[in-house]
């Protein structure tokens, strides 16, 4: 069965650091772009940022709202993503998701992407 398993999340203040991972079961993540996404309460899911396969040359791709903040690096070894999640702002509190898919874009959207983790939550609160 092929499963994301998404861990780390939690409360922070502002300008704090958390980290996200996203474990794959079932199936080899080096194969697979992934995503990270992010809903808010009463918004819609948007895209935060992903990174390709190595076919996909492994590029990086981030909403303006995260770049220079957020990281997105893989850890093949471990069959994991991370996002590493810097100077947190009270805006990026949200329920955060990884996916998989073939590949990924500057737009980061979600129809490409088929696996879905269940999500954590991530809330920037002082």
């Known amino acids: 069965q092929l499963q994301l398993v998404q861990s780390g999340g939690g409360l922070v203040q502002p300008g704090g650091s958390l980290r996200l991972s996203c474990a794959a079961s079932?199936?080899?993540?080096?194969?697979?772009?992934i995503g990270w996404f992010r809903q808010a309460p009463g918004k819609e899911r948007e895209g935060v940022s992903c990174?390709?396969?190595?076919?996909?040359?492994?590029?990086?791709h981030y909403a303006d709202s995260v770049k220079g903040r957020f990281t997105v690096s893989r850890d093949n070894a471990k069959n994991t993503v991370a996002l590493q999640m810097d100077n947190l702002k009270l805006e990026d509190t949200a329920v955060y998701y990884c996916?998989?898919?073939w590949g990924c874009g500057y737009r980061l959207s979600q129809s490409d992407f088929n696996y879905w983790g269940q999500g954590t939550q991530v809330t920037v609160s002082s």
């Open positions: 990174i390709n396969s190595a076919s996909g040359g492994t590029s990086t």
């Open positions: 996916a998989a898919a």
């Open positions: 079932g199936f080899s993540i080096d194969l697979h772009a």
